[in-house]
């Protein structure tokens, strides 16, 4: 009731008439109050006025069931929420959930992380109330191999959002980091369950750097937000409901695929080394080489010298520009 009530004061820049709510709804004066009167409880600002009804002044940002559900247009990403104050790892609450077999397109977002996991054993740093930690359970019917692709697909879907819900325009830079002025503005880590033949579940875990001021001296000039970038703050509800109705679409589009074939153009077009030298990182070699883009299982096109162009597949190499983070 309250997210539903909710919506339709986001949707009204007047008041709302308490008998407006009611005749929508269904629903009595006393439920419409109750409703009200716990939203006030979650931080919301409801001005009441006899003779006019309620008007939304403000709202707190917090990335609850309550507050995301408006945002929603998705027909199952998000549509059970597990959210939590603090947790160590939404990735790790996930799998826990893929264990039990809670609902595909469940999102766990936590307002906070204790022990946020980055790729390559690092940490994510996850303060209370400024950034994302998100993550979507999945149950693709995709091959093994395949599901290091997802990374790319939210990639996508993340750039769309930011751009939608505050203007600002990210790249991708291969295979999955965001990047905002030349620093890192969101990370993905996908984990998987599997046995040879068969997927179990996949997670998707999504930190995006929304109204953090300032970063720890290591990660300072890597890292930026999109409050540092575009001087003010994002309601991040908005921002992980976009992301979700998103990552919907191009989920399906993979899926149907069984390939990024649908959004290798995208991608492309957010790719900030495309057209550029690349210096590709591996354990056993060193090259560098003009990236074009990438193919539809997600590997990076690097063309050599002599006109050779080389698949470069993530998760055994890392890719630098040759000045530099980007
Ligand atoms: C990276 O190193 O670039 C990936 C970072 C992924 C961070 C997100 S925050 C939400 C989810 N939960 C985690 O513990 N990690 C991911």
Same mark, same amino acid.
């Given at each position: 009731m309250q997210e539903r009530i909710l919506k339709m004061l986001q949707a009204e820049e007047d008041y709302l008439s308490g008998q407006e709510i009611c005749d929508c709804l269904g629903v009595s004066r006393t439920t419409v109050w109750k409703a009200i009167k716990k939203l006030r409880e979650n931080g919301y600002e409801i001005e009441a006025a006899s003779n006019k009804g309620y008007l939304l002044k403000s709202q707190p940002d917090i990335v609850s069931d309550v507050a995301i559900r408006p945002y929603l247009k998705t027909e199952t990403m998000g549509q059970n929420i597990c959210y939590y104050d603090e947790l160590s790892s939404t990735n790790t609450r996930a799998k826990e959930l893929g264990e039990a077999g809670a609902p595909e397109g469940t999102l766990v977002i936590a307002d906070s992380q204790n022990a946020g996991k980055g790729r390559r054993g690092k940490s994510w740093v996850s303060p209370k109330g400024k950034d994302i930690y998100m993550t979507v359970l999945l149950y693709p019917q995709i091959n093994q191999e395949q599901a290091p692709q997802l990374t790319l697909v939210a990639a996508v879907s993340v750039a769309k959002a930011i751009r939608e819900v505050t203007g600002l325009e990210c790249g991708v830079k291969w295979p999955n980091d965001i990047v905002l002025c030349g620093k890192k503005i969101c990370g993905i880590l996908t984990e998987m369950s599997s046995e040879p033949d068969c997927i179990h579940y996949v997670v998707v875990g999504i930190g995006i750097n929304v109204n953090m001021q300032a970063f720890p001296d290591e990660i300072k000039d890597m890292a930026t937000s999109l409050l540092i970038?575009? *001087? !003010?703050? #994002?309601?991040?509800? *908005?921002? #992980?409901?976009?992301?979700?109705?998103?990552? $919907?679409? +191009?989920?399906?589009?993979?899926?149907?695929?069984?390939? @990024?074939?649908?959004?290798? %153009?995208?991608? +492309?077009?957010?790719?900030?080394?495309?057209? *550029?030298?690349? %210096?590709? =990182?591996?354990? !056993? $070699?060193?090259?560098?080489?003009?990236?074009?883009?990438? +193919?539809? +299982?997600?590997? @990076? @096109?690097?063309?050599?010298?002599?006109?050779?162009?080389? *698949?470069?597949?993530?998760?055994?190499?890392? =890719?630098?520009? @040759?000045?530099?983070? =980007?």
């Amino acid at each position: 009731m309250q997210e539903r009530i909710l919506k339709m004061l986001q949707a009204e820049e007047d008041y709302l008439s308490g008998q407006e709510i009611c005749d929508c709804l269904g629903v009595s004066r006393t439920t419409v109050w109750k409703a009200i009167k716990k939203l006030r409880e979650n931080g919301y600002e409801i001005e009441a006025a006899s003779n006019k009804g309620y008007l939304l002044k403000s709202q707190p940002d917090i990335v609850s069931d309550v507050a995301i559900r408006p945002y929603l247009k998705t027909e199952t990403m998000g549509q059970n929420i597990c959210y939590y104050d603090e947790l160590s790892s939404t990735n790790t609450r996930a799998k826990e959930l893929g264990e039990a077999g809670a609902p595909e397109g469940t999102l766990v977002i936590a307002d906070s992380q204790n022990a946020g996991k980055g790729r390559r054993g690092k940490s994510w740093v996850s303060p209370k109330g400024k950034d994302i930690y998100m993550t979507v359970l999945l149950y693709p019917q995709i091959n093994q191999e395949q599901a290091p692709q997802l990374t790319l697909v939210a990639a996508v879907s993340v750039a769309k959002a930011i751009r939608e819900v505050t203007g600002l325009e990210c790249g991708v830079k291969w295979p999955n980091d965001i990047v905002l002025c030349g620093k890192k503005i969101c990370g993905i880590l996908t984990e998987m369950s599997s046995e040879p033949d068969c997927i179990h579940y996949v997670v998707v875990g999504i930190g995006i750097n929304v109204n953090m001021q300032a970063f720890p001296d290591e990660i300072k000039d890597m890292a930026t937000s999109l409050l540092i970038e575009g *001087k !003010q703050s #994002t309601c991040r509800a *908005k921002l #992980t409901a976009s992301v979700l109705n998103h990552f $919907e679409q +191009d989920y399906q589009s993979f899926c149907e695929h069984q390939s @990024l074939r649908g959004l290798r %153009k995208e991608y +492309d077009s957010l790719l900030i080394n495309n057209g *550029k030298d690349v %210096k590709i =990182v591996g354990i !056993q $070699e060193e090259y560098s080489g003009i990236a074009q883009g990438i +193919d539809e +299982d997600g590997r @990076l @096109l690097v063309a050599m010298p002599g006109g050779i162009v080389r *698949k470069v597949v993530s998760g055994e190499v890392s =890719v630098r520009g @040759l000045y530099g983070y =980007v």
